[in-house]
């Protein structure tokens, strides 16, 4: 498996402009996750997918960002308008199974990230 | 909140020797806590996971240590070498909710 892929690696776009973050995660993954990655607040989760259903988005900021998993190889991230201060490195991870107190755990297998720089 | 703290945000050691790093956590009573290596321009990559009921994992040169009473847990790596230079990320089970990472630790290991 090429493990989960994004795109673009980088994009860098001004602000105002629509951002749109790609995400195809491991195959018989039925989780996925986006986070954000900065020096200041380390790594955040942003929402997360079980079977491309979206089951929390409280750290999704504010309003201008918005995510989609239309079917379970694909998840947009989508940021309208764009700000300084969203830039970042977005990471999308994948698992199969949710991590929960004394249940079945696993590992988030992570994408290479996308790095955004808003002007 | 939960709330977890890695003891440093750099640490720089010497080749040969033990890296140690810590993870402290407040708030909640993991069951199980992870540990993840990071290299620059990379994302994340999953280590070695230890249950509350374990106090020692052991994997090649590293190690970690789980103490749910100090809530606490080390990771070691023995015998560094550089190519263990990288940012490591400890993160936790918080209940019905996502792994929460630590901010993490940037290693270095000089020859």
């Known amino acids: 498996d090429a493990g989960v892929i994004q795109s673009p690696r980088h994009e860098v776009t001004e602000m105002g402009q629509e951002v749109t973050l790609r995400c195809k995660p491991i195959?018989?993954?039925?989780?996925l996750f986006w986070y954000r990655q900065t020096m200041m607040r380390g790594l955040e989760l942003l929402i997360y997918f079980n079977n491309n259903v979206p089951i929390d988005d409280s750290g999704m900021p504010e309003d201008r960002f918005s995510a989609k998993m239309p079917n379970a190889s694909f998840s947009t991230l989508k940021i309208q308008p764009s700000e300084p201060r969203d830039s970042a490195v977005y990471f999308c991870?994948?698992?199969?199974?949710?991590?929960?107190?004394?249940?079945?755990?696993?590992?988030?297998?992570f994408g290479p990230g996308t790095r955004l720089t808003v002007l | 909140s939960q709330k977890i703290e890695q003891n440093s945000e750099a640490l720089n050691i010497q080749e040969g020797k033990t890296a140690t790093l810590t993870c402290n956590y407040t708030n909640y009573s993991p069951a199980y806590l992870q540990w993840y290596r990071q290299d620059p321009g990379r994302g994340p990559v999953f280590l070695l996971l230890i249950r509350e009921n374990e106090k020692e994992k052991r994997k090649e040169r590293l190690k970690v240590t789980f103490d749910t009473t100090l809530k606490q847990s080390l990771f070691h790596i023995t015998a560094s070498q550089p190519a263990d230079s990288a940012t490591y990320l400890c993160a936790l089970d918080a209940g019905n909710t996502p792994l929460v990472f630590g901010k993490g630790t940037r290693l270095s290991v000089i020859a």
């Open positions: 991870a994948s698992s199969f199974f949710l991590p929960t107190s004394g249940g079945t755990t696993d590992t988030q297998y």
């Open positions: 195959s018989g993954h039925d989780y």
